[in-house]
């Protein structure tokens, strides 16, 4: 069983900034890989940035290339997603998420276990 929580969500302004933060705990070893999605109101919920489970490869979404940046603190297991230069349509709902086997990194769906959410507003 893992547990992913979800910290760092919040309101800012265009330009500004933010950390999310994901700790994980329980079994992650076998993780294949672990993600950011983000759901807006009345869309679809969609990958943000993926990291391998070997921490060697990472994939971004289009629109957040140069701006997010995805890392992992192996030693507190704990997931983060940098953004900056926050424009109004990265609004959403953030989560974690976890892959067990084998993971494509630009479509790691299906996922197998999700954290909660942290919600990120951004204002002009």
């Known amino acids: 069983e893992v547990q992913l929580v979800e910290s760092g969500g919040g309101s800012v302004q265009v330009a500004g900034s933010l950390r999310l933060s994901c700790a994980a705990s329980?079994?992650?070893?076998?993780?294949?890989?672990m993600a950011w999605f983000r759901q807006a109101p009345g869309k679809e919920r969609e990958v943000v940035a993926v990291f391998s489970g070997d921490g060697i490869s990472t994939y971004y979404t289009d629109s957040v290339k140069g701006r997010f940046a995805i890392s992992r603190d192996d030693a507190k297991n704990t997931l983060y997603l940098q953004m900056n230069s926050l424009k109004p349509e990265d609004t959403a709902m953030y989560y974690c998420?976890?892959?067990?086997?084998?993971?494509?990194?630009?479509?790691?769906?299906?996922?197998?276990?999700w954290g909660q959410g942290t919600q990120v507003t951004v204002s002009s």
């Open positions: 329980g079994d992650t070893d076998r993780s294949a890989c």
């Open positions: 998420a976890l892959k067990l086997r084998v993971c494509n990194l630009s479509n790691p769906n299906p996922i197998d276990y």
